[in-house]
Antibody, heavy 119, light 107 residues
Framework: EVQLVESGGGLVQPGGSLRLSCAAS????????MSWVRQAPGRGLEWVAN????????DYVDSVRGRFTISRDNAKTLLFLQMNSLRAEDTAVYYC????????????WGKGTTVTVSS | DIQMTQSPSTLSASVGDRVTITCRAS??????LAWYQQKPGKAPNLLIY???ALQNEVPSRFSGSGSGTEFTLTINGLQPDDVATYYC?????????FGQGTKLGIK
């Protein structure tokens, strides 16, 4: 069964850091782009970042560029999102997703992990 | 950035109805468009990619059409299980933007 399981969410103060993880199973992890997508409470979906199969290409939405870093460990089939300088507006459910067509759209999603940035 | 605008924002229809949701892009995206269904408290689920290609195991009552800047998602024969919010997403260019969503309910 193809599965993505996120972890690492929680409550963090503004300016703090958090590292999200996503454990992948049931498919050839190093054969796919991977993405992070977030959803603020009561709001719509926002694509955050994606990473190529070998990690050689990474892309970000402007609002997180320079603060967030996407990475992957193909040997352990793990995807990461390092989030620094967190702001209240980063509060959201963060979904890990398998991406298709050069990382363009997402065909498998995890259940999400919640990040709350508040003092 | 390419802006995606969906209409309507909310929609209520009867079981068995044909339902149409529209998505407009601020510039041409060819057919680089996907549709997702998100049920309350759940992760999104891919329905359609490349504007009209049905994802595996998605019921055939769902269909997509369009190209350029205007796209539609159609549900032929609405079922109670289709209660959800539906999102379009362009993947013509980064950042890959979503529409604001259409919340679909049953009358």
């Amino acid at each position: 069964e193809v599965q993505l399981v996120e972890s690492g969410g929680g409550l963090v103060q503004p300016g703090g850091s958090l590292r999200l993880s996503c454990a992948a199973s049931g498919f050839t992890f190093n054969g796919f782009w991977m993405s992070w997508v977030r959803q603020a409470p009561g709001r719509g979906l926002e694509w955050v970042a994606n990473i190529k199969q070998d990690g050689s290409e990474r892309d970000y939405v402007d609002s997180v560029r320079g603060r967030f870093t996407i990475s992957r460990d193909n040997a352990k089939t793990l995807l990461f999102l390092q989030m620094n300088s967190l702001r209240a507006e980063d509060t959201a459910v963060y979904y890990c997703a398998r991406a298709v067509w050069f990382g363009g759209y997402m065909d498998v999603w995890g259940k999400g992990t919640t990040v709350t940035v508040s003092s | 950035d390419i802006q995606m605008t969906q209409s309507p924002s909310t929609l209520s229809a009867s079981v068995g109805d044909r339902v149409t949701i529209t998505c407009r892009a601020s510039q041409s995206i060819s057919d680089w468009l996907a549709w997702y269904q998100q049920k309350p408290g759940k992760a999104p689920n891919l329905l359609i990619y490349r504007a009209s290609a049905l994802q595996n195991e998605v019921p055939s009552r769902f269909s997509g059409s369009g190209s350029g800047t205007e796209f539609t998602l159609t549900i032929n024969g609405l079922q109670p299980d289709d209660v959800a919010t539906y999102y379009c997403q362009q993947y013509k260019s980064s950042p890959y933007t979503f529409g604001q969503g259409t919340k679909l309910g049953i009358k």
